[in-house]
């Protein structure tokens, strides 16, 4: 505790790990940093030669223990028949056999294998019974750089505080193959981690559990299932990029994507600002259950397969300033979330709704409903999302509030509805329409215009947006002819005040 271990450049093979038999403490950080950031490399994967030919196009080796991952110079081969979690899903009593089976299980990207069966090219098998690791390869593997997984996590500390991580990077970890986590986790409180980039792992790429815990300006793509995950209260998560993670192919309606916040209380009191979760297969930002009091401001979540930001049977978010465009799903989707507001946000082109805010009466553990009311929808830019504009909670104890917001796109994408729309409640298409049956939104104004074509050319080639001026102008354009008013009128990429409930210092 106390010292200050400084790596020198170079690629490192080994596992470091802390636990509670020293006296760590805040007040004496001991701090673990690169003597050039981004130039030290700790690899949970091993460097694996002498193979041997089986035809054409295998190679065998002897190994003990089933590995998550294989690299050919750098390359990701693809898994055949791999097991999570201690023998899923071959072991008929694992807990996880009866998860998600509607939709695939919790696993759904794994391709099954049957031994004798051809291999395709540029992927591994292990053979539990053989004690074997099978390659099908191009070239000789004796002749590229083969890495194996073979440690658990490159870092792991539990029950400490005062860890600081500072610009290291780490790749590759053997985590999934019996346990569930990241391949960097620190468990305690007041750690930090800052400029550290975790690549490929196997599972999640960063985990901090615990209170008043810091994620900076740090980097966890191409994850095997998602890129961060984060529990306890008073923490921060500011200047993180968790793209392009769930390689794997795991279930986006159990854990998979960029960032979810989850689990004994999910985060509370806590800031996630400045983020970035683009191309994630599966939701970009995720608070799901019993989450409280965090302000989500400032992001871009962009190009998951599933929503933008989802904030699901969880209190009091303000969903603040953000950049939420080009996803599969919803862009903000607010299931069972009371007292949220969610304000100054820019929401275009999603394949589904732009903003739904729905009640369905879940209730938590105790039997109390998390309830939906008092959702406040201000001064947001929402626009040419296919599914519709917005969607306000039926059945709330309080339906909520929306106003000053800009609309933009055709008759499709301008769409109104309390709950799901039904027969009993259908969606409505216009402005006035909607103003009439809801009481919502009378100070916001429509536009019936055509995307910019800049704007739109990006979108369809999944390229990060930065300049989003047209649409900023033709949004207050619009409010200027048709001299709508609002107290709240700042729009995304402004400088503003939190206005919701609680403003975090």
């Not at 030919?53 to 002897?62: A, P």
């Not at 490929?200 to 960063?206: F, N, P, V, W």
């Not at 309606?253 to 004994?264: I, L, T």
């Not at 799901?288 to 302000?295: A, P, V």
């Amino acid at each position: 505790p106390g010292d200050k271990v400084i790596f020198s450049a170079g690629e490192y093979r080994n596992e470091l790990y802390l636990n509670d038999s020293k006296p760590w403490s805040a007040d004496n950080p001991t701090i673990f940093i690169a003597e050039a950031p981004g130039k030290v490399i700790i690899k949970g994967s091993d460097v694996v030669q002498g193979w041997q030919r089986l035809d054409e196009s295998r190679y065998s080796k002897d190994w003990q223990s089933e590995p998550s991952q294989v690299f050919v110079d750098g390359i990701a081969l693809i898994q055949l028949g791999g097991t999570i979690f201690g023998g899923f899903p071959n072991d008929p009593a694992s807990s996880y056999n009866k998860m998600h089976k509607e939709n695939g299980g919790i696993w759904p990207g794994r391709i099954s294998y049957s031994v004798g069966a051809e291999m395709p090219k540029d992927s591994f098998y292990f053979d539990k019974d053989m004690r074997k690791l099978i390659i099908s390869v191009s070239t000789n593997p004796n002749q590229r750089k083969i890495e194996v997984s073979a440690r658990r996590r490159p870092f792991f500390a539990e029950r400490v505080s005062g860890i600081v991580l500072d610009g290291l990077v780490f790749e590759h970890s053997n985590t999934s193959v019996s346990l569930r986590g990241a391949a960097v986790t620190i468990i305690g409180n007041d750690n930090i981690i800052r400029n550290v980039k975790v690549l490929h792992a196997d599972l999640a790429g960063i985990q901090t559990v615990g209170d008043r815990n810091q994620l900076l300006n740090s980097v966890a793509n191409y994850s095997g299932q998602m890129g961060v995950t984060m529990r306890g209260t008073n923490n921060r998560v500011v200047g993180v990029d968790a793209s392009y993670n769930n390689a794997r192919g795991f279930n986006k309606w159990w854990e998979a994507g960029g960032f979810k916040f989850v689990g004994d209380g999910g985060l509370q009191v806590s800031e996630f600002i400045g983020n970035t979760a683009i191309g994630n297969r599966g939701d970009g930002i995720w608070f799901d259950w019993q989450n409280r009091n965090n302000l989500i401001q400032g992001n871009v979540s962009a190009y998951n397969s599933g929503f933008g930001i989802h904030y699901e049977l969880s209190q009091s978010g303000v969903i603040q300033d953000n950049y939420v465009y080009g996803n599969g799903q919803r862009g903000i989707y607010l299931r069972d979330s009371a007292n949220c507001w969610i304000t100054h946000n820019l929401v275009i082109g999603n394949d589904l709704e732009g903003i739904v805010a729905v009640y369905t009466g879940q209730k938590d553990s105790k039997g109390v409903e998390f309830g939906a009311e008092n959702t406040k929808v201000y001064s947001n830019i929402v626009g040419w999302n296919n599914g519709g504009a917005l969607i306000m909670p039926k059945g709330a104890s309080k339906l909520g509030e929306a106003d000053g917001n800009v609309y933009l796109g055709s008759q499709k994408s301008i769409k109104f509805s309390l709950g799901y729309p039904a027969t009993l409640s259908p969606a409505v298409y216009l402005l006035r329409d909607w103003n009439k049956i809801s009481a919502l939104d009378v100070g916001s104004t429509v536009g019936d215009m055509p995307i910019p074509n800049e704007i739109s050319d990006r979108l369809t080639k999944k390229i990060a947006i930065t300049n989003w001026s047209a649409i900023q102008n033709a949004a207050l354009s619009l409010r200027k002819e048709k001299r709508a008013s609002f107290k709240n009128d700042l729009l995304p990429g402004g400088q503003i005040e939190v206005v919701g409930p609680r403003k975090i210092k």
